[in-house]
């Protein structure tokens, strides 16, 4: 079993930044991929960012690209999401989640473990 941990996420004005942390509990580099996801209320869970663990290939949403950026440490067996100019939008409880093989890295229904998540709401 893998657990994850995700920290950082807190109310902001719009235009401000926040970065989500997610600890995995044994090394990052066993999962393919790990993502972050978020959900908003009435809405489906939609991917964000995910990063290849092996070689570091990055992905993202179309309304995140140049805005959000995915990295990880896996000295520390972490992922990062730092979100900058964010947006009303943006508001959504975010999960991280670790892909044991992931093929579309975007897509929720492939990754194996889940976080709790952290809310992260943004006022206008």
């Known amino acids: 079993q893998v657990h994850l941990v995700e920290s950082g996420g807190g109310s902001v004005q719009a235009g401000g930044a926040l970065r989500l942390s997610c600890v995995v509990s044994r090394d990052t580099r066993r999962s393919n991929s790990m993502g972050w996801f978020r959900q908003a209320p009435g809405k489906e869970r939609e991917g964000v960012a995910a990063?290849?663990?092996?070689?570091?290939?990055?992905y993202y949403a179309d309304s995140v690209k140049g805005r959000f950026t995915i990295s990880r440490d896996n000295a520390k067996n972490t992922v990062y999401l730092q979100m900058n100019s964010l947006k009303p939008e943006d508001t959504a409880r975010y999960y991280c989640a670790a892909g044991l093989w992931v093929a579309q890295n975007l897509e929720p229904l492939e990754y194996d473990y889940w976080g709790q998540g952290t809310q992260v709401t943004v006022s206008s």
């Open positions: 990063i290849y663990t092996g070689d570091g290939t990055t």
